[in-house]
């Protein structure tokens, strides 16, 4: 059976084990990695966060993805990759539409009501059996509407769709499926989803997972992964690789999921969790909150670009923890982690180099105290030491761009090995060079799932 393909798809057969789970195992066994594993997870109703565009007619509106290559959008009313109930919010919406005579957002005049919707499904309901969590998984739904903010004229309608919603889908109806309903305002006429402008319309405020052995809050301003089970798989191997004590920095950390949990399983002295989307802060705030008093270590949450001044995040951690977008990690990063990686055999001089470098940073952060940066537990001060890096994990959800960052990284150790003489120990982090051990967590259903491929490589 073949469908109309939206731009979620890029594999149709053969999902258990998928043709690149071969090109990964023969990629890392060419770097020496012997113990590449693979796990698909779910296959089916694993997605628990969509963001669908809505186009068409109020009469037939259109919910779903870009035909690829296009801005087509591709109704997938009962897409086998959506959590269930974000399946069921959809088919809501959509009576909601039709019944209200909402607009579909038009790209070409820039006119309409409804430009896009967030569904994200928590699954960390207490007052159920654990069993019965994720299939009663509540959906938070965020519209995107065609307006300056909630005073321009097509407000009410706005507000008569939330409240459809919320009748026929909230705590009073059978089955309860909205967990709660926001606004953001978005009226430019570029590709962004969102717009700056957020409000917090019915239902619940807070929206809490359980991954990692922490709880966890994500507004819908915030990144969060779509793959909540492989997250959580994935969070608890990544916990195996961190020493205990260690100190971290999580680049691209989003609300600090990655951090916070690390901080919290492995006992760390530190953590640093660095984001530039500042609409991360009152999640990772949140998030800490509430965890148990027990956790001493220092955790901080800095609103800051990780391709600017890299080398200032990477001092005086020992483990390097980054989650880039597709498109991988800035290149001044890979540069900085190159450099210290080469400068491994000289630490003392680039540590004293980098003392210098390392102002602007701690500058930085007390200017960003009022606005930007969070930070909690013992006073970060006492944390500043000038050790290096040993080792890097890389979550990748761009294979392309991870094998780019590598094939550079193993023709640098090829030229070095060459220079230096290729019996001597290599020691330090290197940037996916020596490959000890690789662990792949894939989603293979969707093309959308390509950005779900986890590789979590360690480096010693
Ligand atoms: C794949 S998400 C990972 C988020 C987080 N690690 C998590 O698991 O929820 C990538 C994150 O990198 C952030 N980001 C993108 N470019 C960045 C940059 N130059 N500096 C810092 N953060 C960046 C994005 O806003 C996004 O939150």
């Known amino acids: 059976m073949g469908w109309r393909p939206c731009s979620g798809c890029t594999h149709e057969f053969n999902l258990h084990r998928p043709n690149i789970v071969e090109e990964a195992t023969n990629f890392f066994k060419s770097h020496g990695v012997s113990d590449f594993t693979f796990d698909s997870c779910r296959l089916w109703g694993w997605r628990c966060r969509a963001k669908l565009a809505i186009r068409g007619l109020s009469e037939n509106p259109l919910i779903g993805l870009y035909e690829e290559g296009t801005h087509n959008v591709v109704d997938i009313p009962q897409c086998k990759a959506h959590h269930p109930n974000i399946n069921a919010a959809v088919e809501l919406l959509r009576k909601g539409i039709k019944e209200l005579n909402i607009e579909p957002y038009d790209e070409d005049q820039g006119t309409g009501d409804l430009r896009y919707v967030q569904m994200a499904v928590t699954t960390y309901d207490t007052s159920l059996p654990a069993s019965q969590r994720y299939r009663n998984g509540k959906v938070q739904v965020a519209l995107v509407w065609n307006s300056r903010n909630e005073k321009s004229s097509n407000s009410e309608k706005l507000n008569d769709l939330a409240n459809f919603l919320w009748r026929n889908g909230g705590p009073r109806s059978n089955p309860h499926l909205i967990h709660s309903v926001w606004a953001n305002f978005q009226t430019s006429t570029n590709n962004i989803i969102f717009g700056n402008r957020w409000r917090h319309l019915l239902g619940e405020r807070d929206f809490w997972e359980h991954v990692g052995g922490i709880d966890i809050s994500l507004d819908p301003s915030s990144f969060g992964q779509a793959n909540t089970r492989a997250f959580d798989n994935l969070l608890r191997k990544l916990h195996k690789y961190v020493p205990y004590g260690a100190s971290v920095a999580d680049l691209y950390a989003g609300a600090g999921v990655i951090g916070i949990s690390l ?117 970060k001060t006492v944390e500043d030491s000038q050790s290096l890096p040993e080792k890097l994990i890389y979550i990748s959800c761009g294979w392309e761009s991870f094998k780019e960052c590598s094939k550079g990284a193993s023709r640098k150790r090829n030229l070095e090995r060459k220079r230096r003489n290729s019996c001597e120990e290599q020691s330090g982090m290197d940037l996916a060079l020596n490959f ?23 480096d010693e």
């Open 263 to 379: 901080a919290a399983n492995r006992k760390c002295r530190s953590v640093k969790c660095i984001e530039i989307n500042k609409e991360s802060r009152p999640s990772f705030q949140k998030t800490i909150n509430r965890l148990p008093n027990s956790i001493e270590g220092s955790i901080s949450w800095h609103n800051a670009d990780t391709s600017i001044n890299p080398v200032s995040w990477l001092v005086g951690s020992d483990v390097i923890v980054v989650d880039p977008p597709r498109k991988g990690l800035d290149s001044s990063l890979v540069d900085a982690l190159r450099t210290i990686s080469s400068h491994k055999p000289s630490l003392k001089s680039l540590s004293s180099n980098v003392k210098e470098e390392k102002r602007p940073w701690i500058l930085r952060e007390r200017e960003q105290a009022k606005e930007g940066s969070v930070h909690v537990g013992r006073d």
């Open 436 to 458: 000890e051990s690789a662990v792949s967590v894939c989603q293979t259903l969707c093309k959308r799932v390509a950005s779900y491929e986890r590789v979590l490589v360690k």
